[in-house]
């Protein structure tokens, strides 16, 4: 585990915090699937970000979520 999933873990105790963090699973759900996608067609993050209008950041942001 790392720093950040212990982070996580340990706001996930908070009831006002999990709720928010389990309303944002679609979107993960959605974003880890076009990383998925993104590696089955061995396009890049920056050809991914072109094609969804997602920056590159935020594209990298989610690969580093553990999403």
Not at 1 to 15: G, H, R, S, V, Y
Request: proline content about 3%.
């Amino acid at each position: 585990m790392t720093k950040l999933d212990d982070f996580i873990e340990e706001q996930l105790q908070d009831p006002v915090f999990k709720e928010k963090y389990d309303a944002l699973e679609p979107e993960f759900v959605v974003m880890q699937a076009m990383i998925d996608a993104r590696k089955d067609k061995g396009m890049t993050q920056k050809e991914l970000s072109a094609a969804t209008g997602i920056s590159q950041a935020d594209i990298n942001l989610y690969r580093y979520r553990g999403v």
